[in-house]
């Protein structure tokens, strides 16, 4: 077996898993999901919920992890095989490595868009528009713009349309992701933490301060913005609705469930803290989502839109904000070639710190399991990862269904499983002195009793709104566009479960 890493330093440790939380999603989709739930009134369960089910997914997650580095694995597969004694236990630990495998497929294509918005923001060629008119008015020419980059606009009923520099930007994003994951963990992922991270926040400052300077020819300035983030409706707080979007929105900006954090935590040794990493880690994570993310695009469209066209706006789309109100924005202001460009290029950062994460899963699988070196490693995933993309890039449609399946519905059924498996089939004993032994801090013991009943009563719920809400409309669409992106996980799925049955035989061969 190939020798295990570990992190060089606690504060690229922490980095990294702050990294790898940190993505696109705390800066688009963050501000889209509190505009469109009222503003104010999402904040109050969007705290609720990170105590109640962020924090306590992510230690629990850390604590697998870290367990994984005792027994020399860093994936779920092994990780559940050791702790529930049974011949499925494996099998159902897969979905840690296919969900995250399946979510970097389509993310890559996804964090190449910011690239190539940054590149012509400075250039100016991004669209200009006077901000006059109905907000759909002056939106229009940069969801056009949008739809020609990811070539949208084809006629053909089942193929995007896509342009060449899209393409090449796409292999170039991809590349790029390989690269830092062939250096490894210190030497690879640590590194770029240690890099993004400062100049995402810087350039996430640069940004704010500007925000906070805007105002609008009809008068409304940053108090405005503010106060639609932080003064809540309290009859709000009575939509279930409000309370869903929060949970949601608390799973994936903490990236519980897909897998990442667990085989991060697992490059620990045995005996490092987990409870002040993990705090740290999701301190940092919030800092820049509640505090940063809001304060930029949120902010930014109340002051020039104002606040009814900004729920408007968010309600449309959870691209539009990003992709498309605030370049909108930045077109009518001094030097918004500029601010254009950090914002994007900021956007490229946080989604490359989150998609080696997501890679991250599948490389430990193939060195752990099978012995392989770093290098044949990730020219597997980079193999893999290339020719699956083809079908998101080209696939109408496919993008959307594999992030249902994999992006939303697969990390809340696998983050039970993981509450469940370490929790209830396990041993809620153990798990707690797990969970609670050589930290830096103790863990409240509340907390107990929240992974043990709250957390998973939480996903529950989650699964079941879900399920009401979601599943009859996706489970009737059976168009081959739909079918080739299931395909896909399919496969994967079914490759992924044949690796891990080939690996416990070999296992079982070296045994004896």
């Known amino acids: 077996m190939i020798k295990r890493e570990h992190w060089g330093t606690r504060i690229g440790l922490i980095l990294a898993v702050a990294g790898n939380a940190i993505g696109l999603g705390n800066f688009l989709r963050f501000p889209v999901q509190a505009a469109d739930n009222g503003g104010g009134a999402f904040m109050i369960p969007y705290m609720v919920s990170l105590l109640l089910l962020g924090i306590p997914l992510l230690w629990i997650e850390w604590a697998l992890g870290r367990y994984g580095s005792k027994i020399g694995h860093g994936t779920a597969p092994a990780i559940f095989d050791s702790l529930w004694k049974s011949k499925i236990a494996k099998y159902v630990g897969v979905l840690g ?181 993990g705090l740290a880690g999701a301190s940092v994570n919030e800092f820049a989502e509640v505090i940063l993310g809001a304060s930029i695009g949120i902010v930014a469209s109340v002051i020039f839109f104002g606040v009814e066209a900004t729920m408007q706006i968010a309600h449309e789309g959870a691209f539009n904000l990003g992709f498309m109100a605030l370049p909108a924005i930045f077109a009518n202001i001094p030097l918004g070639m500029f601010f254009g460009f950090l914002w994007f290029l900021l956007l490229f950062f946080a989604g490359i710190t989150s998609s080696i994460a997501l890679a991250q899963p599948a490389i430990a699988f193939l060195e752990d399991e099978f012995g392989l070196n770093r290098k044949k490693a990730v020219l597997i995933l980079g193999i893999y990862l290339f020719l ?80 009401v809400e979601m599943l009859p409309a996706k489970l009737t669409q059976n168009s081959i566009n739909v079918w080739i992106a299931r395909g896909l996980i399919l496969i994967t799925g079914l490759v992924a479960i044949i690796l891990v049955k080939k690996a416990w035989e070999k296992r079982r061969t070296i045994n004896g």
Do not use: C
């Open 388 to 467: 699956a993309a083809q079908i998101p890039i080209f696939i109408k449609g496919a993008l959307d269904e594999m992030d249902f399946w994999a992006g939303t519905f697969g990390i809340v059924i696998f983050a039970l499983l993981e509450a469940v498996v370490f929790f209830w089939i396990h041993d809620s004993e153990k798990a707690w002195k797990e969970l609670t032994r050589d930290n830096d801090i103790n863990i409240p013991s509340i907390f107990y009793y929240i992974m043990k009943y709250i957390a998973p009563g939480i996903l529950i719920i989650i699964l079941a709104a879900w399920s």
């Open 97 to 277: 490595i296919l969900l995250p495998l399946t979510v970097v497929v389509y993310y890559t294509y996804i964090e190449s868009w910011t690239l190539i918005y940054s590149f012509f923001s400075l250039i100016a060629k991004l669209p200009s528009t006077p901000l006059t008119g109905d907000v759909s008015d002056y939106l229009k020419p940069f969801k056009e713009f949008l739809a020609t980059i990811i070539g949208a606009n084809s006629s053909h009923p089942l193929f995007y349309d896509v342009p060449w520099y899209t393409y090449l930007f796409f292999v170039i994003t991809l590349l790029l992701n390989l690269y830092i994951l062939y250096r490894g963990i210190s030497g690879g992922i640590e590194k770029v933490a240690r890099i993004a991270m400062p100049l995402i926040f810087i350039m996430a400052i640069i940004l704010m301060i500007r925000v906070f300077t805007l105002t609008s020819p009809d008068g409304r300035n940053v108090l405005d913005g503010l106060g639609f983030l932080w003064n809540p409706d309290f009859s709000a707080l009575t939509n279930p609705k409000v309370w869903l979007a929060a949970a949601g929105q608390v799973f994936f900006t903490l990236s519980v469930g897909f897998g990442a954090i667990l085989t991060y935590a697992s490059y620990l040794r045995p005996k490092d803290d987990i409870a002040l990493n």
